[in-house]
């Protein structure tokens, strides 16, 4: 097997792992230990410092078509993650990014690359499918929140066809059947912001968010403490963003001309900050008037006015343990499907 090589411009000649060992006063093996990131050998702080100085230095750099010659593609793109977002939207939304920070922070820490980010969309062209979705490419695929995406038959298909393709699948932020996820509960989170509106005093309650399983949860809540519970009392506004919180509050207030409910569960923190900018423009009060609680703890709810109290989700460590069930194996298909729930907690802080 040749040497891997990569020449660093059309004028110099090559430089090859055997001139990286030389120059750092080392064994090519070494060398080769701290390209790969091999965990399976120890190599002293100062010695790797050393050969990461002397590759800076003659501009070394590795040469992929070699190392996949010599490993096999499927080896060669098992440290390759695929990441499959929603839609574009998914930039915009605070929870998604932090995910994304996970994820990227874990494949850093343990040496794996992430290979792409596409649209779910995107992969119903066969040609772009048969070049991203394939074992000589990648290794794992990471679904965020792709249930917003799947709305046909066809799209069903895509993800029969991903689970065949790719063992490493895992769902973040939802639950598909015979894959592996890792998640927050939805309803049982709705549940613990309905009880601690509850517990302080709130007994008119409304819900503006995605129609869920939080709706159910909120519902929940309500019913064990014998309060109205029906849709149509506890006022169901459907809202996902700042926009449509917005607007979901200036619906509540529209269908019972102008009277608002004592307190309101909302699905997330944008939804939150919207239906707050609502109240604040037509001088109702936060918390005297109505009271608010949310879920996420995204950045921003400690900057509303007031700062919002909210349920924490584990956003980064959603995407960092997805990250590492696939480097430990512990990623299962069917009947070995894993489900991994992250736990919530309460951030108390002004709203209500």
């Not at 922070?105 to 596409?118: D, L």
Request: include cysteine.
């Amino acid at each position: 097997m040749e040497e891997e090589m990569r020449t660093t411009d059309s004028t110099k000649r090559t430089v090859t792992q055997n001139d990286v060992a030389k120059a750092a006063g080392v064994t090519r093996s070494m060398v080769s230990y701290v390209i790969s990131g091999n965990s399976g050998r120890s190599v002293a702080p100062e010695t790797r410092e050393r050969i990461l100085k002397v590759i800076e230095e003659l501009g070394y750099r590795p040469n992929k078509a070699a190392q996949a010659l010599q490993l096999g593609d499927v080896a060669f793109a098992a440290k390759n993650i695929g990441v499959v977002l929603p839609n574009s939207a998914a930039f915009l939304r605070p929870f998604y990014t932090e995910i994304l920070e996970g994820i990227f922070t874990a494949a850093h820490e343990h040496n794996y690359n992430v290979k792409f980010i596409r649209f779910f969309g995107e992969l119903s062209d066969p040609v772009l499918f048969n070049e991203l979705i394939h074992p000589e490419s990648i290794g794992s695929l990471l679904l965020v929140a792709v249930n917003q995406a799947i709305k046909t038959a066809e799209d069903e298909k895509i993800l029969g066809r991903i689970k065949e393709l790719i063992k490493k699948t895992v769902c973040l932020e939802w639950k598909a059947d015979g894959l592996t996820s890792v998640l927050f509960d939805r309803q049982e989170t709705a549940v613990k912001a309905t009880e601690y509106l509850i517990k302080k005093g709130y007994s008119e309650i409304a819900y503006i968010g995605e129609n869920d399983e939080r709706v159910f949860g909120v519902q929940q809540a309500l019913l064990r403490h014998d309060l109205n519970a029906v849709q149509r009392y506890f006022y169901l506004a459907e809202g996902f963003n700042m926009q449509t919180g917005y607007e979901g509050m200036k619906s509540i207030a529209e269908k019972n001309n102008g009277v608002f409910p004592r307190a309101i569960v909302c699905g997330s923190d944008e939804v939150a900050v919207g239906a707050m900018c609502y109240l604040n423009e037509n001088g109702i009060k936060i918390p005297e008037q109505v009271a608010i609680i949310s879920i996420d703890n995204i950045e921003l709810a400690a900057y509303t006015n007031p700062p919002l109290t909210t349920i924490n989700v584990q956003k980064k460590a959603m995407g960092y343990k997805a990250v590492e069930m696939i480097i430990n194996d512990s990623v299962g298909q069917g009947d070995e499907a894993v489900c991994i729930t992250l736990p919530t907690e309460i951030i108390e802080r002004k709203s209500c």
